[in-house]
């Protein structure tokens, strides 16, 4: 009994002994750690103390193979090999127990290592800047994977069931040449970041909503036709960015992705924006230039937080004031559209500072602008505008009002007085005689008059008026 009880003892010290050996044998530093810990970019010197060296920057060494002697580095965490000649990796590399980050950019690799998947501690890959044409199945046995940088390959391809890296929190697929994702990455659950940039995307997986988690997801440049209709359950979206695409409509639910501040959805094909948007309090800057919108929601009206909204490059025909009078304005572009006239009128504390409303179909400057007091700069060129009318005088903060190539010919003297125009360009018009008042215009560094078919007689009284430095004619 005694002797059974002795070598029970005995296996039992022997497991526990073995347990804490091999729980020293991978006890890692954590990442605050690491950002204290020297960094060696020389191997001799990291080989004179092999076990102190946890990162390691061989980078721009001209190196076509992997140094064997590297793997006397036991403790290594932090491995850089980028920027060099690598085309294969050796099966020693798995000795490494503790390495978590393997970076491997800029090199020659036509596949990705088998080895990697018996990595087991890897945490981040980067590959990118390399020449895989496919990601493969065997990647998907290193679990521990929080982190893979594909970009900038030649990547068509991701083998199926990349759920199985539960851990995955970062994608970045950037600049390669898929055509579509796996359906099953909407099981990565703990994705927080996808970067999808220049790619040949059509569409993207049905149920991409389950992706609660994700914060930031970029996939312009592609080819995508819609989203998926759980689009809006990604509630946690703070970085957006699907411009250069193909897409025709939005989910109804796109207002759902409350936390965006900047929203980038020019060179698409919509013709409507869900008025869900309108939902969208954080937005500063919406960006749906290029697209084909023929209206504009009502609740527009409701992003008080909007300080950059461009519109250029519609089909808008009319557009009415009051959408924009609740905003914060300060920049509003609604050039290269057909807009005939504006409804309604902008409000008193209206903030716009920039309008653009080049090349559109006016035919006067708006009676609806009168009460745009704050507006510094006013670009109405490349319209049908016959007239330059008094009520530029009510905005006393204009300094540059843009006025080229319309058919004006008729002109208020009342701007004579304007406090702070410093530039006025009528290039390209009907300009027969201009008031010389107008050399009263105390702060006045720019007229423009070339290409109008001013009197001769009348260009001499306007060099004696106006300085040289000021008047281009």
Known sequence: MNIDFVRISAVILLFIFSSCSTSQLVTLKSS?????????????EALENPSD??????????LTEVPKQLFKLKNLQVLYLGYNNLTELPVELNSLIKLQKLVLRNNQFKTIPSILGQCHKLEEIDMSGNQLTEISADLYACKAIKILKFAENKITTI??????????????LYANQLVALPDDVVNNLNLRRIELDNNRLSGLPEHFGRLTKLSTFNAENNQLMALP??????VDLTQLKINNNNLRQLPDNFGQLTKIDQLFLNSNQLK????????????????????????LPKTLANLNNLHTLNLSNNDLTRIDAATFNGTNLKELNLSLNKIVDINGEFTNDNSIELLD?????????????????????????????SELPELLNNMDHLQIIKLSDNKIDLFSKAIKNHPTLEVIDLSDNQVKLLPLDYAQIIHLKKL??????????????????????VLIL
């Open 448 to 469: 423009d008059l070339s290409n109008n078919p001013i009197y001769s007689w009348h260009i001499k009284q306007l060099k004696a008026k106006f300085s040289p430095d």
């Open 357 to 385: 409303m080049e090349f559109n179909k006016l035919n006067e400057i708006p009676i609806a602008f009168r009460k745009l007091t704050n507006v510094i700069i006013l670009n109405v060129s490349r319209n049908n505008i």
């Open 32 to 44: 605050e750690e690491l950002k204290n810990v020297k960094i060696y970019t020389n191997l001799n």
């Open 159 to 172: 083998a199926d069931s990349i759920s199985k890296l539960q851990n995955l929190e970062i994608l970045d």
């Open 272 to 295: 409507h924006l869900p008025s869900s948007i309108g939902d969208m309090l954080q937005l500063n800057l919406l960006d749906v230039s290029k697209n084909q919108l023929i209206d």
């Open 229 to 234: 209709n759980d689009f809006g359950l990604l």
């Open 53 to 62: 060296v946890v990162i390691l920057k061989l980078e721009n060494d001209h």
